[in-house]
């Protein structure tokens, strides 16, 4: 999982961004409050102490980005999708 700290091409500065490959997740927004893990219908989406994860059965449905109240998950750079431009 790649991380970066970026600047969001909608004014305002994002965090620590945590890549897997499959969903985007700004670690400085997420509250760990488990919406998006309990949403996952294919249970792909782990909560560490400082970090949620997907592992590689996540099939990018988005429904974790859209039950995410502050809209700290998106989907990759480059996804129709995706907020990122």
């Known amino acids: 999982m790649a991380t970066s700290s970026t600047a969001s ?3 305002h500065t994002q965090g620590i961004i945590a890549d897997s490959g499959k969903m985007v997740l700004d670690i ?26 997907f592992d590689d059965n996540c099939t ?8 995410c109240a502050v809209g700290a998950i998106d ?9 990122q431009r």
């Not at 998006?36 to 949620?52: A, D, Q, R």
């Open 9 to 11: 091409g909608r004014g």
């Open 60 to 67: 990018q449905c988005g429904l974790c980005a859209r039950v």
């Open 28 to 53: 400085s927004l997420c509250m760990h409050c488990g919406a998006c893990v309990g949403t996952c219908p294919t249970n792909s989406i782990f909560m560490h102490e400082t970090l949620n994860t």
């Open 75 to 83: 989907f990759p750079r480059g996804h129709r999708l995706s907020r």
